[in-house]
């Protein structure tokens, strides 16, 4: 099997009614774990990549991470997808590399800081539809900002999505995906109570637009598990909340079909390898304690796969290639 275009796993859930996690990874460990996870529960995959990630990688190493990954796993249909594109040049830079599915972050301009106007936004990821639907390449875009910087990506202002404008955006742009602004915002520090999200968003632009898959953001559940071993093995986080998986449950019931997670991932990693460290004090092979935070990953995104419902959907299809997907464009 080939890496998968996004527009039929997305499209494939909407049809089974369950929501399809999609993984920010940055190195083998990651990708390794959450595999693991997919071919234990028969479950597609999104693995995406950042431009962070593009950089930590050096663009060809995840290039390759991913095609291991498929050759590792032949019956899981994977997608490759990038995360927050921020000009037309990234995502021709992804495409180049292989992926199977971009996201134009319109919503912020290309520091991704500041917001966009809506025709900005419009432009620009009309300018991506184009280009990546000739190639097979599916492309999700933004309406609405979320909270939360991360690395620096990120306006930290909430703007929530006018479903209207969702409705006109998508019809003006043509996008395969759209990630709504509904409340989430990005990292640890989401909530401080449970959060009561902006949930009628989602059926307001389904009930017009039921065709094209929606897409929430921020979506780490930010479990008070994972901080507490981050804390007790010499960490110092503060207590937060994150998005609880009832709500998560309650989105994709909606019809929310991608569901982005990153942070959960890295809080899991770090506190496989600080309480491995702790643990053993003369430790220094690094199969050890970067082991450990594979491990950790797995039993993470294996409790996503099966609370999204993505388990068992893997054999559900006979998966795309972007040379199909170009037909279908056409
Ligand atoms: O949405 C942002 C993701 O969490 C990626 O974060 O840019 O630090 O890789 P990153
Ligand atoms: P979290 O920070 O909640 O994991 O969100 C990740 C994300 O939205 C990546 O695009
Ligand atoms: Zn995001």
Do not use: W
């Not at 990506?153 to 955006?169: I, M, N, R």
């Not at 990630?179 to 401080?192: D, P, Q, R, V």
């Not at 901080?227 to 998986?245: A, D, F, Q, R, W």
């Not at 039993?299 to 279908?328: C, N, S």
């Amino acid at each position: 099997m080939s890496l998968v275009p996004m527009k039929q796993v997305l499209n494939e859930a909407a049809k089974g009614d369950y929501g399809v996690g999609a993984y920010n990874v940055n190195n083998m460990e990651q990708i390794q774990g959450i595999m693991k996870a997919a071919s234990e529960t028969s479950s597609p995959v999104i693995i995406q990549a950042s431009r962070g990630a593009l950089k930590y990688t050096n663009m060809v190493y995840i290039k390759y991470l991913a095609a291991a990954a498929v050759e590792d796993n032949p019956d899981i249909p994977i997608v490759l997808h990038l995360d927050h594109g921020n000009s037309l040049e990234t995502c021709k830079q992804a495409i180049e590399l292989g992926f199977t599915s971009v996201m134009m972050d319109g919503s912020l301009k290309e520091d991704s800081k500041t917001p966009t106007t809506f025709d900005e936004n419009v432009e620009v990821t009309r300018s991506v539809v184009e280009y990546a639907h000739k190639f097979g390449v599916s492309v999700e875009g933004e309406l609405g900002t979320l909270g939360g910087i991360e690395d620096g990506v990120g306006s930290g202002e909430v703007k929530l999505t006018d479903p209207d404008a969702a409705v006109e955006f998508i019809k003006l742009t043509g996008v395969d995906a759209l990630a709504l602004a509904i409340g989430t915002s990005h990292g640890a520090y989401k909530f401080k109570a449970k959060p009561t999200l902006a949930l009628d968003i989602i059926n307001e632009v389904v009930k017009r637009i039921p065709e094209v898959p929606l897409v929430m953001h921020g979506s780490s559940s930010v479990p008070p598990e994972l901080i507490e071993v981050i804390n007790n093995y010499g960490g110092k986080l503060e207590k937060t909340m994150g998005v609880p998986m009832e709500s998560i449950k309650e989105a994709i019931k909606r019809g929310i079909r991608k569901i982005n997670v990153d942070t959960d991932g890295r809080l899991a990693m770090t506190g496989a390898v600080r309480k491995y460290l702790s643990e053993h004090l003369d430790a220094f092979d690094p199969r050890s304690y970067f082991g450990a935070a594979r491990e950790a990953v797995y039993q993470t995104v294996k409790e996503k796969m099966i609370g999204f419902g993505t388990a068992g959907h893997a054999g559900d299809y006979k998966p795309l290639t972007i040379e199909d997907m170009k037909a279908v464009y056409k």
